[in-house]
């Protein structure tokens, strides 16, 4: 059977290409044109209104207290807030946060568009708004136009067939030179274990760069993908227990031995080979809001899922290290069942491997929704069976104990070595 390591560490894939952070852009030429076309954007998520409210948002607060808190702010009755919000609009979310600039977040929404207003108490105001039907958000920064996300810019990537079976071939054979030496691919090890992934600043066909936009990344950015410490995604094993049961059998006590042995199951999942990916490069001093949107996720979860892989906010509220924000994520793997069995003929008691199966399955990343909510709950799920998988322990088992009796009835004794799990 073939070999069944790999892939079971982090994959982490690069991007060249994000946004640039406004205080280090280069100033544009102030021509008539382009300070139309500044205040026409900013003319879409004016701040005035928030503005004059900021103090008096503040008394609301400071005069009340939190329904609960999180690890990264206290949660506040969204009652008290609606005066803060246009009529007709469903507040999701007030938040206050005390590290860095005191600020508190008003997250709502109206119709298809979702808004965020950050009030700092320095005076300042970011507001985030995305419209959920054309996937574009924008940013009024106290009256300065802020970054931008538009999921038609989302990089996609994926594997042909004949890539995936190629890479599958090689980490078979362990040539990992010769993966490492693939196009847009690089391989790591996370305890001994082989890791495949897309290369840092990979291209497309053409030699096009795959970038967000014309705008340079400051720093390779860090990759993010959402709910990263999932049981499903982080269930990755080889040879792992899963079965075991004694049983008598008659044919060793026909060949003189006491008859009794133990047939045990063992489960692999590993051999992760990314399929495909959809993402965006933002760089660095990209406000935590504009993540919020581009995942359409609230801020805890944001927070949450950037700081498993070490990008935390800063005291302004922005990310620390360019990041590439993944929203759509697919991995094929590995998944094998085997049984052994204590063998007294050979072996000393020692286990044999008597059966496998192996078959690959498909790991995605899946999202809840509805009209209401929009899509939610992002997690892991088997979207492809593995075949191997869906046998039962039990059956294993007892084919292995067939297996084992038939060999001894033809043989006399176990005549196919010990085998190696896990292969």
Do not use: C
């Amino acid at each position: 059977m073939f070999a069944k390591t790999v892939v079971s560490g982090l994959i982490i894939i690069s991007i060249l290409g994000s946004q640039l952070a406004l205080a280090s852009a280069p100033l544009p030429v102030a021509t008539e044109s382009n300070l139309e076309k500044e205040e026409d954007a900013l003319n879409k998520i004016k701040i005035n209104k928030e503005k004059q409210q900021l103090d008096e948002l503040f008394k609301v607060v400071l005069n009340n207290s939190p329904v609960s808190e999180d690890e990264f702010s206290k949660i506040y009755d969204n009652a008290l807030f609606k005066s803060f919000v246009p009529e007709n609009s469903k507040v999701n979310q007030v938040l206050f946060m005390e590290d860095g600039i005191k600020s508190i977040m008003i997250d709502y929404e109206e119709g298809n568009i979702r808004t965020i207003v950050t009030y700092y108490d320095d005076g300042t105001v970011r507001k985030t708004v995305s419209d959920t039907t054309t996937g574009i958000a924008e940013e009024n920064f106290n009256n300065v136009k802020g970054d931008y996300y538009d999921k038609k810019e989302d990089i996609n990537k994926e594997r042909t067939e004949e890539e995936l079976k190629k890479i599958d071939k090689l980490l078979e054979e362990e040539k990992f030179a010769e993966i490492e030496a693939l196009p847009d691919t690089t391989i790591d090890f996370v305890n001994d274990i082989p890791t495949v992934s897309f290369e840092n600043g990979a291209i497309e066909s053409g030699n096009t760069p795959l970038s967000r936009s014309t705008r340079a990344v400051a720093a390779t950015p860090v990759l993010v993908y959402p709910a990263p410490s999932h049981e499903t995604f982080q269930r990755r094993y080889t040879a792992k227990q899963v079965y075991g049961t004694s049983f008598v059998s008659q044919k060793l006590k026909d060949l003189g031995y006491s008859g009794n042995s133990h047939v045990r199951v063992f489960e692999t999942v590993n051999a992760f080979n990314q399929v495909k990916m959809k993402s965006q490069v933002f760089n660095a001093d990209t406000s935590i809001s504009l993540i919020m949107a581009a995942w359409d996720v609230a801020r805890a979860t944001a927070l949450g899922w950037l700081g498993w892989f070490g990008v935390v906010k800063t005291l302004n509220d922005t990310i620390n290290k360019a990041a590439e924000i993944v929203r759509e994520n697919e991995y094929e793997f590995q998944g094998g069942k085997e049984a052994t069995v204590e063998d007294p003929t050979k072996h000393s008691n020692k286990q044999v491997e008597v059966v496998q199966y192996w078959d690959k399955g498909l790991m995605t990343l899946i999202w809840d929704y509805d009209s209401v909510k929009g899509y939610n709950n992002a997690r892991w799920g088997h979207s492809a069976r593995s075949s191997a998988l869906d046998m039962s322990n039990v059956t294993v088992g007892s084919n292995a104990v067939n297996i084992y009796n038939s060999n001894l009835a033809s043989r006399g004794y176990w005549s196919h070595g010990l085998g190696q799990l896990g292969y």
